[in-house]
């Protein structure tokens, strides 16, 4: 059974305009939680973080909102720029156990 | 989609020994790929597996400590030889969707601590 989903598998987002990733879990005992990016033949990069002691984290045009009482994190990408696009995935974790993946959003950034 | 087993989930292992990790798919895939999550690390390739052919192995990694098998479309296998402290990680599989939207579905992951 799928712990993390991503349930839109792509988004497509004019320039300049804002990117919404969004992403659910099952697991009320999860507490850390990450987004990375991935570009087609290379692994993921680490995107952000947050614990579930925060519902908000951001650093620079990313930020991921969290919703605990409704198992519901997001990415918030603004503005959005071509080299944006990519596949992300998040991935859930009980603090010192193994993380959970989705299955990715391919978001292409149109100029 | 394609759902994804590793055994063992965990383990504990003595410094100098080895470890081979597997990983069953449910579907016939032709890629799949060797990750491993350091502590507090990002999410690292180690090689991609291919069946028929020997491991492409990412910067870094060297077939004779990360030996990799693919027999077939289904199945491989990571061993982590001669290991020492600083293997102590989480190593997952993951699988491209060969669908329209390149979905990459990933293992439960095996955590590997070495003392």
């Known amino acids: 059974d799928q712990q993390v989903k991503q349930n839109s598998p792509s988004l497509s987002v004019q320039e300049g305009r804002i990117s919404i990733l969004n992403c659910d879990y099952t697991n009320s005992m999860f507490d850390y939680f990450l987004w990375y990016k991935k570009y087609p033949a290379e692994g993921p990069t680490f995107l952000i973080s947050?614990?579930?002691?925060?519902d908000k984290n951001e650093d620079g045009r990313f930020t991921v909102f969290l919703n605990k009482s409704a198992k519901h994190l997001s990415l918030h990408i603004v503005p959005s720029q071509p080299g944006d696009s990519a596949v992300y995935f998040c991935a859930a974790s009980q603090t010192g156990n193994q993380f959970y993946f989705g299955t990715g959003t391919s978001l292409t950034v149109i100029p | 989609s394609a759902v994804i087993s590793q055994k063992p989930s965990r383990d504990i292992c003595q410094r100098g020994t080895s470890l081979t990790i597997q990983c069953q798919v449910d579907?016939?895939?032709?890629?799949m790929f060797w990750y491993r999550q350091q502590p507090g690390q990002s999410l690292t390739l180690i090689a991609t597996a291919n069946q028929g052919s020997e491991a492409t192995y990412e910067s870094g990694f060297v077939i004779d400590k990360f030996p990799i098998s693919r027999p077939n479309l289904t199945f491989s296998t990571l061993t982590v030889s001669n290991m020492s402290p600083e293997d102590s990680s989480i190593y997952l599989c993951?699988?491209?969707?060969?669908?329209?939207?390149?979905?990459?579905?990933f293992g439960p992951g095996t955590r590997l601590t070495v003392l």
């Open positions: 579907s016939q895939v032709t890629m």
């Open positions: 993951s699988v491209d969707d060969i669908g329209e939207y390149n979905e990459q579905f």
């Open positions: 947050i614990s579930s002691i925060k």
